[in-house]
């Protein structure tokens, strides 16, 4: 009989999926990837996110890559860089999709972020101190 997994290992299967999602960004999430590349079944994965997330990995993946797209977007620091070389750079083909997400979870659009980034770096110094990644509600994704 095989024994359920502990806590702990399940805290540990979700940092390191967690890890793994951000380790190539660029690459789209793929859950059968994250499984083969971690050794277990999707099942296996599915269960330690909704004991330690309490929500599916896909969603809570994507969420964890938009929110580092948040980042980025707040950290543009006046670089030349568009909304679409970050989505993409975090693995977001869909353009459209990411937009609706971004806006679902952040209250508005990346653009809107982007631009609100560069009038601020210029007006208010130490905003790069300023910790941009919120609490997520994962109800809302």
Do not use: W
């Not at 540990?12 to 660029?26: F, G, I, M, N, R």
């Not at 999707?42 to 330690?48: N, V």
Request: with cysteine; hydrophobic share 40%.
């Amino acid at each position: 009989m095989l024994s359920k997994p502990t806590n702990r290992a399940c805290y540990d299967l979700v940092v390191q999926a967690e890890t793994l999602a951000l380790s190539e960004p660029d690459e789209p999430l793929n859950i059968s990837a994250v499984c083969s590349a971690l050794a277990v079944s999707e099942r296996t994965l599915r269960k330690a996110f909704h004991k330690v997330r309490g929500i599916p990995p896909c969603r809570h993946l994507r969420m964890l890559r938009l929110s580092e797209a948040r980042r980025a977007l707040l950290s543009a620091d006046g670089q030349l860089v568009t909304v679409t070389e970050i989505a993409t750079g975090f693995g977001f083909a869909e353009l459209g999709r990411f937009s609706v997400e971004y806006r679902k979870l952040f209250g508005e659009s990346p653009s809107k972020t982007l631009h609100q980034a560069s009038l601020g770096r210029l007006s208010v110094k130490g905003a790069a101190d300023i910790d941009p990644v919120f609490n997520l509600d994962c109800r809302s994704a």
